[in-house]
Structure formats: C-alpha cells, structure tokens
C-alpha cells in the first residue's frame, strides 16, 4: 500500500516540475519577444527623433525665409505708401 502511495507522490511531484518546466519555457519566449520589441521600439524611436530633427530644422529655415520676406516686402509696401 505504502508503494503505491509514493507511486503517486513521485508522479505528482514529476507532473509538478514538467509544470515548472513548461512556465520556464513561457517565461523565457516571453523575454525574448520582449527584447525584440524594446529593440523595434528603441530603432522607432531614433527613426522618429530624426523626422522630428529633420521637421525643427525645416520650420527653423521657412521662418527665417519668411522673416526675409517680410522684411523686403514690408520696405516695398513702405515704398508704395510713401507715394500715394
């Protein structure tokens, strides 16, 4: 009777730790899907700080240009009031 009771024990235990295995294996898939989406992210991330560098600098060179412009076109418009 007793060798039948740790027949059962032992099988249990065994179907514990395939349990404990099979979670070790989730966990690990699991880190590494992870990893690779903290690495998607981190290129995304430098990908988009290169847009937004590259639309600053843009937006920097067509204030400045409209600032020329209005500056020339505020000394025409000057002009042409000046001789009405």
Known sequence: MLEFV?????LALT???GLQLMYMFYLDRIDKE??????E???RCRTLVR???????RIAEQDEM???LYEKNGDVW?????ER
């Open 51 to 57: 847009r937004l560098n590259d639309a600053e600098r």
């Open 66 to 68: 409209i600032a020329e």
């Open 6 to 10: 740790l027949i059962g024990l032992s």
């Open 78 to 82: 000057a002009d042409v009031l000046d």
């Open 34 to 39: 992870r990893k690779k989406r903290v690495t």
């Open 15 to 17: 179907g514990v730790a």
């Open 41 to 43: 992210l981190e290129r």
